[in-house]
């Protein structure tokens, strides 16, 4: 605040009252004077050691708040969590279990009562007998992986109910549900009922599904593409993430082939089920 109008003034003037001894303390009285007087001059809050002591009270009530509320809410929604996660997994490795059990029962069925080679690789599971030995470690990391897998996109989920539980929580992931989703909900019941229902099934086509109006049919069809084009990109991205979940599915089920059928004839990229087939075929 040295050079400032309020300093000069406020030192200037009370110099002439006090002691040569007391200067210092002057000094350090028109600095803080000054310091209020110039907030007050640019419009700013001016602080006292009243405000100061109850941000220090609000400081205080919040931590005891935020302490209440991590070990009656937080922690406990946690643990939930973790148990349900832990206990739907091994649900999941289970159902696993149970499905590669199942395929092995039918497979071993039609080869043996229908004499069927196993599913076309019926000289590939009779010569690669080694291969069998190999299946139950295959088994053992298909569960280990869908385990925690699994585990993971459940505590996502639960992490995504508590944070709804939870009222400052709730109030702000619903403010976020709505901006993402509202334009998506609009897009979308404008292309089902007012594109589809609306103009495309009504007004262009007859009752036997054929085009009436083939001029109005060439102006709308264009608007059609360039209207359903960001509809087409939140449906590509909900592709991706069903094609995701669908992948890791079939990854983990050893008894079902995750390559094209031909490219495994030709190069038994899947050895996971090449190995399930061997186990077959030596039963057989």
């Not at 639960?158 to 109030?171: C, Y």
Request: aromatic letters at 12%; glycine letters at 6%.
């Amino acid at each position: 605040l040295n050079g400032t109008v309020p300093y000069a003034m406020l030192s200037t003037a009370l110099k002439g009252f006090v002691p040569n001894g007391t200067e210092a303390v002057l000094e350090s009285v028109a600095r803080f004077a000054a310091k209020q007087v110039w907030a007050a001059m640019n419009n700013k809050t001016i602080v006292t050691t009243q405000d100061i002591a109850e941000a220090r009270a609000k400081w205080a009530e919040s931590l005891r708040n935020t302490r209440d509320l991590c070990r009656n809410v937080v922690l406990p929604l946690a643990y939930w969590g973790l148990v349900q996660s832990k206990v739907g997994a091994l649900a999941y490795v289970c159902y696993l279990v149970w499905c590669i059990c199942k395929t092995f029962r039918a497979k071993l069925s039609e080869a043996i009562l229908h004499g069927k080679s196993v599913a076309g690789f019926g000289e590939q599971s009779r010569e690669g007998f080694f291969e069998a030995t190999l299946f139950p470690g295959y088994v053992y990391s298909a569960c280990w992986l869908s385990f925690h897998v699994v585990q993971g996109l459940l505590l996502l989920f639960f992490s995504l109910v508590a944070l709804m539980i939870i009222d400052d929580t709730r109030r702000w992931c619903l403010v976020k549900l709505e901006a993402a989703l509202t334009p998506l909900v609009i897009m979308v019941l404008i292309k089902a009922l007012l594109f589809r229902k609306g103009i495309f099934e009504c007004f262009l086509l007859d009752g036997t599904r054929d085009i009436k109006r083939h001029w109005f049919y060439s102006i709308t069809f264009p608007a059609f593409i360039a209207c359903n084009f960001i509809v087409g990109l939140y449906y590509g991205v909900a592709r991706a993430g069903i094609a995701v979940v669908v992948s890791l599915w079939r990854c983990s089920r050893v008894d079902l082939l995750v390559v094209p059928r031909d490219l495994q004839k030709k190069m038994n990229l899947d050895m996971a089920y090449l190995s399930f087939l061997s186990v077959v075929g030596l039963a057989e």
